[in-house]
C-alpha cells in the first residue's frame, strides 16, 4: 500500500512563507519522480512543481521565483518550500508520483493566503 501523507500548510498573509513536507511510504521512492500538486476551490488539480529522480526540477510558470521544490531520498520526503505566497496560491496541496498515480493520492494540506 502507498501512502503519501502531506503536511505544513496553514494560514499566512501575502507575502509570507511556508514549507511543505510529503512523507511517502510504500514504494522505491528514490527511483521516483515526484510533484506537488494543487487544487483551488471549484477548479482543476493542477501540477505546479515536479522532481527528477535526479533532481531536476520543473515549475508552473505562475510559481516560478517562488517555489522551490526538493527531495530527501533518505526520508522518503518531498518538499515544497513556497515563497512570496500570493492568494491566487490558496489551494490545497498534494504529492505525488509524477506523472500521477490515482491510487497514491493523499489528503492534501491547506493552504490560506490572505491579501
Known amino acids: 500500500q502507498v501512502y503519501m501523507v502531506e503536511s505544513g500548510g496553514g494560514s499566512v498573509q501575502a507575502g509570507g512563507s511556508l514549507r511543505l513536507s510529503c512523507a511517502v511510504s510504500?514504494?522505491?521512492?528514490?527511483?521516483?519522480?515526484m510533484g506537488w500538486f494543487r487544487q483551488a476551490r471549484g477548479k482543476q488539480r493542477e501540477l505546479v512543481a515536479s522532481?527528477?529522480?535526479?533532481?531536476?526540477?520543473d515549475y508552473v510558470d505562475s510559481v516560478k521565483g517562488r517555489f522551490t521544490i526538493s527531495r530527501d531520498n533518505a526520508r522518503n520526503t518531498v518538499y515544497l518550500q513556497m515563497n512570496s505566497l500570493k492568494p491566487e496560491d490558496t489551494a490545497v496541496y498534494y504529492c505525488?508520483?509524477?506523472?500521477?498515480?490515482?491510487?497514491?493520492w493523499g489528503k492534501g494540506t491547506l493552504v490560506t493566503v490572505s491579501s
Open positions: 510504500g514504494l522505491i521512492f528514490s527511483i521516483r519522480p
Open positions: 505525488n508520483t509524477q506523472p500521477a498515480n490515482m491510487d497514491y
Open positions: 522532481i527528477s529522480n535526479g533532481g531536476r526540477t
